[in-house]
C-alpha cells in the first residue's frame, strides 16, 4: 500500500502562519517519526506577495488552488475576521477539507454553524490557537476532561490587558501610559479597542463555553466590559483589601442557569490567577471529578500559536488517515439557560468620591442597606475637609439590579462629587 | 451497519476503580452524546470480593475471563505494584486488547517493553493517571507540545511529600509532625517510605521524560532524594533569602545531556510551583515555541485519577473504531546521554552547625573557595557562644562533585559539629 501523505494549504502567512510553516517544516522529519504520520505544506498564500516570499519551495499564491485542490487534505487559515475567512472555510469544508483556524472572531460569530458543516461533510475543525496561544485548553476541555462536569472556569485570556494590570499594578502608573508602553513593546494594537474593551476575551470566553458545557455560545450571550475605567488607586486599594485586579472570563454554572461575563474583577492575591502577569494567559477550570486546576502559559506570539497549529495539523492528519470519520454531531444541552446579569449575586467593590462631611457614609451606608447590600470593610481615609476624598469599600453577597439601583440613588446625592466606581470580586 | 460498542474490562476496584466506574456508567449517555462512541464496562475483577459488591450488573469476579474475553476491547489496569499487574497487561496486550493503567512503578520499570509489545500486537496504551492524577500531562506532552523540543521540566508530582512541606512551611512544625498529620488525614500510607524517599515523584519523572526526550528513562537513571533531611529551620531560612523548598521533580537538556533528578529544592517564592500546596501537584514545562507553561492540578484521589482513566478510555475508544492503526513504533532519541550528577553546575543552599568562635567562617570559606565555590549571601547570628550556631549559606554555581568534595573536608572541621545540611537550588 502506498503511504499516503497529509497535505496541507495555508492561507495567511503572518506571524504566526510564518512561524507554523517555519517551526513545522524543520521539525518535520522528527514529528513524522514520533506521530507515524506523513505530512507536506504543499500550497500557501498571503494577500501581501512579499509574505511568502521565505517559502519558494511552497506553492504560492492563490488561494482557490488552496481550496480546490483536490490533493489538499487540511487548510490552515490564520487571516483573521470575519470575512473572507467565513467564506475560505465553508468551501474548504464543502469540498472535503478539514480546517485549522485561530480565528476566535469567527468562530465566536459563526461556529455552530462551521462545526456542522464539518460533521455534514464528514470533516474536522482544529481550533487550539484560537485561545489562549499555546495553552492547551481546547483539547482538555475536549479530551482530557470529558468525564466532568465543567462547574466553574475562570481565565485570563488576554495578554494586552493583563500586561497593562500587571504594569499599573508594578509601577503605580495610570492606564494610558500602561497602554503606551504596550503598544511600544509590541503588546497593543494601534487600535486596541477589541482587547481593551474586553470583546476578545469574549470571544475565546465563548467558545471555551460552548465546548465546557455543550451550550453554543456566541459573544453576544456575555455580558463585557473592559478595563478602560480602572485607575491605579483601585488597583492599590484592592491590594490593601488582599486582591488583585484582572481582566477575567467568568462562566460559572449553578443548577440549570449560566453565568457568562468578562469584566474586570477583584480576584485574592493567594489565587492562582493572580500571579499571571505581563502577556501570560492563564485559565481555571473546575470540574466535578478534577476539582481545581489551572493551565497557564503564552497566550499570543506567532511561535505560541503556531504550537497549537502543529498539535492540530499532526492530530487531524491522524484522523484523515483512518476510514471511519467519528466525530459527533454537535450535541446541545438544552437545559441550560443563560443568566441574566441583574440576577447575579457576587460581592462589589466601591469607591465613591465623597465630600469630606460628617455624616456621608450613613448617607451612603443606609441606602446601601435599603437595597440588601451589606458593607464588609470599608477604608475611610482623613483627608482635605474642603475637597472630596476615597471612600472605598467591600461588600458581601448582593445583587446586581440591586447595586445598580443603589449607585443610581447614591450618585444623585450631592455630597458625591463623581460617579462611582463599582468592581465586582470573584472568589 | 452494527453499531459497535466498545467493551471494557476492569482489574482492580480500589479508590480510582470505584470512582472510575461509578462516574463512567453514571456519565455513559452524555460521554456518548459528545464522543460518538458507545460503551459497555463488561467485566470486573478485584482479589477482594467486596469490593464489586456495588456493581452487581457489572459481571465479575475473573481476571481471567477479562484478559481472555475476546469481546473485551480494553482492560483497565488499576492494582498497581509490579507483579501481577505485568502479568495481566501482557497477556492483555498478547491477545490483542489496549490498556488503559495508572500504574507508575511498573512503567517506570517496563514502560519500553510495554509500549513495543503494544505495537507490535497493534493495540494502545493509555497512562495519563500514571501521572499527577487529573492533570493532562501526557496528552499534552504527547499531543498538544508535539511540535516543541522540550528544554526543562519542573514537576511537584507527589502531594504526600508536598502536603509534608506545606505544613511545615505554614506550622512551623517538624517533619515527623507533619507525616503524622498527614497519615491522619490519609494523605500519606502507613509505610510512606516510597513517597517521602522519592521514588514515586522519581518513577513519574521517568515516564514524562521517556515522552518529553524520547529517550527511555527509568527510575534507575534518575538521582534520588527524600524529604526526610529537611527541618522546618531550613525552610525558614530558605524563606528568608526568598525561597520555598519543595520536593522536585527535574529534568533538563544542554547540548546533548539529559539532567534527571528527584529532590528537596529552594525554588524562588515567586515562582508559579511555589504556590502549588498541600496535595495538589503542579509541572512546570519549558519549550522551543510555548515559551513557559504550567499544569496544575488534584495529583491524587479516586476521582481525579478516575477522570484521567476516562479520557484514555474515550480516547481509546475512538481509536478501536477506526479501521487503521497509526501508531509510531517507540521513537528513540539516541544522541541523548543521560548526565552524571558529579556534573551538574547549580547553586546551593548549605547549612554548617558550628561552634561560634572567630576564624570559623574563614574556615568555612576557605574550603569553599579552594573548590571553586563562591558564596552569594551568609547568615550567620550571634548567638550562645558555648553552643553549636546555625552558618546558612547561598553559593553561586557551582559543580555537586566540588560541593561534595568541599563538604566533607568542612565537616572534618573539629569547629563543626553536625554533619551539614546541603540543598540545591532550583531557579
Known amino acids: 500500500m502506498e503511504e499516503k501523505v497529509v497535505k496541507i ?19 518535520k522529519r522528527e514529528i513524522e517519526k514520533k506521530t507515524g504520520v506523513k505530512f507536506i505544506i504543499k500550497r500557501v498564500y498571503d494577500r501581501d506577495e512579499k509574505k511568502i516570499k521565505p517559502f519558494p ?19 490552515v487559515e490564520l487571516i483573521g475576521g470575519i470575512h473572507p475567512a467565513y467564506e475560505f472555510i465553508v468551501k474548504s469544508i464543502k469540498n472535503g477539507k478539514s480546517v485549522i483556524t485561530a480565528n476566535k472572531a469567527l468562530l465566536s460569530e459563526k461556529g455552530k454553524e462551521i462545526f456542522n458543516l464539518a460533521v455534514k461533510n464528514k470533516v474536522y475543525v482544529g481550533y487550539e490557537a484560537s485561545v489562549a496561544g499555546a495553552i492547551p485548553v481546547i483539547k482538555t476541555l475536549k479530551e482530557s ?13 488576554n495578554g494586552t490587558t493583563n500586561f ?24 497593543a494594537e494601534a ?49 490593601d483589601f488582599g486582591y488583585r485586579i484582572k481582566l477575567l472570563a467568568i462562566a460559572k454554572i449553578s443548577s440549570n442557569f449560566l453565568e457568562l461575563r468578562v469584566h474586570p474583577a477583584l480576584l485574592p492575591s493567594n489565587h492562582l490567577l493572580s500571579s499571571v502577569e505581563g502577556v501570560y494567559n492563564g485559565i481555571f477550570i473546575e470540574g466535578d471529578m478534577i476539582g481545581n486546576s489551572l493551565l497557564y502559559g503564552e497566550g499570543a506570539g506567532g511561535k505560541a500559536a503556531a504550537s ?11 484522523k484523515i488517515l483512518q476510514k471511519e470519520y467519528i466525530s459527533p454531531p454537535f450535541y446541545e444541552n438544552k437545559k441550560l439557560t443563560i443568566k441574566n446579569m441583574d440576577k447575579i449575586s ?29 458593607i464588609s470593610s470599608v477604608i475611610q481615609k482623613q483627608e482635605n ?35 462611582t466606581i463599582i468592581i465586582r470580586v470573584e472568589e
Open 9 to 27: 494549504g495555508v492561507i495567511g502567512c503572518g506571524t504566526v502562519g510564518f512561524n507554523f510553516i517555519k517551526s513545522f517544516t524543520r521539525k
Open 385 to 419: 475637609p474642603q475637597k472630596a476624598v476615597p471612600i472605598v469599600m467591600l461588600t458581601h453577597k448582593a445583587e446586581e439590579k440591586n447595586v445598580k439601583k443603589a449607585i443610581k440613588e447614591i450618585d444623585n446625592l450631592d455630597v458625591i462629587k463623581k460617579p
Open 145 to 157: 476532561f470529558v468525564g466532568n462536569k465543567i462547574i466553574k472556569m475562570l481565565g485570563i485570556l
Open 164 to 187: 497593562i494590570l500587571s504594569q499599573m499594578f508594578k509601577y503605580g502608573i495610570n492606564f494610558s501610559d500602561a497602554l503606551k508602553k504596550a503598544q511600544k513593546l509590541g503588546y
Open 57 to 75: 519551495e511552497i506553492s504560492g499564491n492563490s488561494v482557490k488552488e488552496i481550496i480546490e485542490d483536490p490533493e489538499i487534505d487540511i487548510v
Open 308 to 318: 497549537s497549529v502543529i498539535s492540530d495539523v499532526v492530530e487531524i492528519g491522524k
Open 191 to 239: 487600535d486596541p479597542t477589541l482587547d481593551i474593551a474586553g470583546m476578545d476575551t469574549a470571544h475565546k470566553l465563548s467558545i471555551l463555553s460552548t465546548l465546557a458545557f455543550n451550550k453554543p455560545v456566541s459573544w453576544k450571550d456575555i455580558y463585557v466590559e473592559g478595563i478602560d475605567k480602572i485607575e491605579s488607586t483601585d488597583i492599590k486599594y484592592a491590594y
Open 346 to 374: 457576587i460581592r462589589y467593590y466601591f469607591r465613591f468620591t465623597a465630600l469630606d462631611k460628617p455624616g456621608v457614609l450613613a448617607k451612603i451606608s443606609k441606602i446601601l442597606g435599603k437595597n440588601n447590600i451589606s
